[in-house]
């Protein structure tokens, strides 16, 4: 069951803060966070595991509600190079399945 | 190691004919996955290999889609017979053995099927 993120699309200025949300209607054991700009790969964001434990390398910080079966993603005072599109991916064996994507436009 | 590369990056193919993609991962990378995205769309899994062994495969699969990883290193992706709607952005992905880690994509191989 594919993962629902939303918004599907927000436009920010440089500076400003956006909250992108992944959820699901079944257990989540982790969400994976991507980003892809446009004509190339999706780039590694942060993993959240079931129990608290994070795994990432940029200054970004998410959140993970088990109970709820979701997850958000923070991006605060935001950077030009912060546009792309967002992917969240769930999955618990490596396999990952990706929402529809929140595509994010930073203006200056 | 320079990433997970993929060949070719384009390729235009006429109905009916058959393509095969390539995937190099990174050299200390078990796992191997391989994806499809259209336009405007998520990635879609397609299937996973742990070093030789496909581990997984989509029931969304059709047969005429087939994937090998005969040494544990790079993968090859065959389509057979291709359709209109087969027409993507097919990408790989590797990482280590453990599911729950950074996976690298490479930056894809584009299909068009005219």
């Known amino acids: 069951q594919q993962p629902v993120q939303s918004p599907q699309a927000v436009i920010l200025r440089e500076g400003e803060d956006a909250v992108i949300n992944c959820s699901s209607s079944?257990?989540?054991?982790?969400v994976h966070w991507y980003r892809q700009k446009h004509g190339e790969a999706p780039v590694f964001l942060m993993i959240?595991?079931?129990?608290?434990e994070q795994k990432g390398h940029e200054k970004i910080s998410a959140s993970f509600n088990e109970k709820k079966q979701q997850s958000s993603l923070y991006l605060t005072a935001s950077q030009l190079s912060y546009s792309g599109t967002y992917f969240c991916g769930t999955g618990n064996t490596g396999k990952l399945i990706f929402g529809q994507g929140t595509t994010l436009q930073v203006k200056p | 190691d320079t990433g997970v590369s993929q060949d070719p990056r384009h390729k235009i193919t006429k109905r009916g004919q058959n393509v095969t993609f390539r995937c190099d991962p990174i050299s200390e990378h078990n796992r191997l996955y391989w994806y499809r995205q259209t336009l405007g769309q998520g990635p879609e899994f397609l299937t996973y290999f742990q070093n030789e062994a496909q581990l997984e495969k989509s029931r969304l699969l059709s047969d005429r889609f087939s994937a090998e990883r005969p040494k544990g290193s790079f993968s090859t992706l065959e389509i057979q017979r291709t359709e209109q709607g087969d027409s993507a952005m097919y990408l790989c992905?590797?990482?280590?053995?453990?599911?729950?880690?950074?996976?690298?994509f490479g930056q894809g191989t584009r299909l068009t099927v005219v």
């Open positions: 992905a590797s990482s280590l053995e453990d599911g729950n880690t950074e996976a690298f």
């Open positions: 079944k257990a989540l054991y982790s």
């Open positions: 959240l595991l079931k129990g608290g």
